[in-house]
């Protein structure tokens, strides 16, 4: 019988191989331009490793600010709203991490989300609506939720997949910018019949990149929203605070106003429209989660 803890693993485990292979594709990408470009060597490969080296940095040092921003999320003191910032404090201490900051979105839809490079360094922004429609067993699920992101480093790893993905869709556009648009020619043109089937393999693995990108980005989040799931209970131990909560935001909404493409993977739910819900959407159906929820 599947336990909590075996979702977690298995959860963890299944995020690892994804992550691998978008390293794969990375490298397979870079060296299929080396080699049509005729460019010798790695050097593509080289630019790629440099280009998300750079936005890794600037994602693990700024990412949190920016997302912060990005949603309109401001600070708030136990003075100001001594219920929510109490109860990020005592799962906190029972999750064995140092306290958050703890910011207000001010949306009026239930969301939430976990921003920060580390526990030392992490916060939690909570919309206006969460704290109003929400009881306080479901409140508890979604800070728990929000608090195993932290626990669990998903947001540091999953700003390196989304600058892996973002890289190899950089290096889809480079390719097809530099060969159709300036016109440049194949260095491996005459290469022989060997050339020419690499050439079309490599073309088609540039053409289908994005699309293979996206999959990967949109797999690896799905996973870690699971894995925040099966913590969160196991943090509160009462599953179903979660899961109410999340059929409230399944019947109500979780929209943010201001939440962009580059953040919605942050959050509980997704807080674009409904629109980019199934196949591309960053997170798993809340009725599968409330299902798994229910099964620990």
């Known amino acids: 019988m599947a336990t909590i803890y075996t979702h977690i693993a298995a959860s963890k485990r299944r995020s690892l191989i994804l992550l691998l292979c978008t390293f794969a594709v990375l490298i397979a990408i870079g060296y299929t331009i080396d ?20 936005s890794a940095l600037i994602g693990y040092y700024s990412g949190d600010k920016i997302a912060l921003w990005t949603s309109g999320a401001t600070p708030v003191t136990k003075e ?18 140092p306290m958050p900051k703890v910011y207000i979105i001010p949306d009026d839809d239930i969301n ?6 580390d526990p030392q360094h992490a916060s939690v922004a909570i919309t206006q609506g969460a ?10 699920g979604v800070i728990a939720h929000e608090l195993s992101h932290v626990g669990n480093y998903d947001i540091r790893y999953m700003t390196l997949v989304i600058v892996l993905v973002g890289t190899i869709m950089m290096l889809s556009d480079i390719f097809w910018r530099t060969r159709f648009i300036g016109g440049r020619r194949s260095g491996g043109s005459n290469r022989g019949n060997a050339g020419g089937i690499l050439l079309i393999i490599g073309l088609a693995l540039l053409i289908l990149s994005p699309i293979v990108a996206q999959l990967i980005r949109m797999a690896i989040s799905r996973k870690r929203e699971y894995l925040a799931d099966a913590s969160s209970a196991l943090l509160t131990r009462y599953p179903e605070g979660l899961a109410r909560a999340l059929e409230k935001i399944r019947d109500q909404g979780a929209r943010i106003e201001r939440a962009t ?16 819900s199934g196949l591309f959407s960053t ?3 809340i009725d599968k989660r409330i299902a798994a929820l229910r099964q620990m």
């Open 261 to 276: 493409n580059s953040t919605a993977h942050l959050y509980i739910a997704n807080p674009m429209s409904k629109g980019l």
């Open 131 to 140: 704290i109003q429609k929400l009881q306080n067993e479901e409140l508890e």
């Open 80 to 97: 100001q709203n001594a219920y929510v910032v109490r109860m990020v404090e005592n799962l906190a201490i029972t999750a064995g991490l």
């Open 283 to 285: 997170h798993p159906p």
């Open 112 to 117: 939430a989300f976990a921003a920060g490079r």
């Open 35 to 54: 080699y049509v470009e005729g460019s010798g060597g790695y050097f593509w490969v080289f630019i790629a490793f440099i280009y998300a080296l750079m």
